[in-house]
């Protein structure tokens, strides 16, 4: 049971818990992540994974790219300010932590 002062508390938070709309912004954020949470998961292992890495990433920021403009309603050609800011983001962790080593064991992968 609740104390007395936490009962503006518990009214918050029972009426996000049953907002169908709070849900679907969950949903989106959970959505537009999962591509770069899949892409740290898969590097973040003792296994080798190096060569793996330079085309992740052009993935990982595709699929964040399709989710957020299917969200946004939008088309290929129009510009959406959301994704600008994300990409910037991806854009300078790629550029801070790219290194030749990557890109030279993503050409010596024999796939």
């Known amino acids: 049971m609740y104390k007395d002062d ?8 029972k009426e996000k818990v049953l907002n169908d709309l709070w849900w679907d912004k969950i949903n ?3 959505a537009f992540t999962e591509p770069i949470y899949d892409m740290i998961s898969v590097t973040d292992t003792n ?3 190096l060569h793996l890495v330079y085309d992740m ?9 399709s989710v ?7 088309r290929e050609n129009e510009q959406s300010l959301f994704y600008d800011i994300v990409h910037q983001i991806l854009e300078d962790r790629w550029n801070k932590t790219n290194m030749p080593l990557q890109c030279l064991a993503h050409s010596l992968n024999p796939r």
């Open 47 to 49: 296994k080798p994974s």
């Open 57 to 65: 990433w052009d993935t990982t920021i595709e699929k964040a790219k």
């Open 28 to 30: 989106y954020i959970i």
């Open 68 to 74: 957020i403009y299917w969200h946004e309603e939008k």
């Open 6 to 13: 936490d009962m503006e508390q518990a009214q918050f938070v």
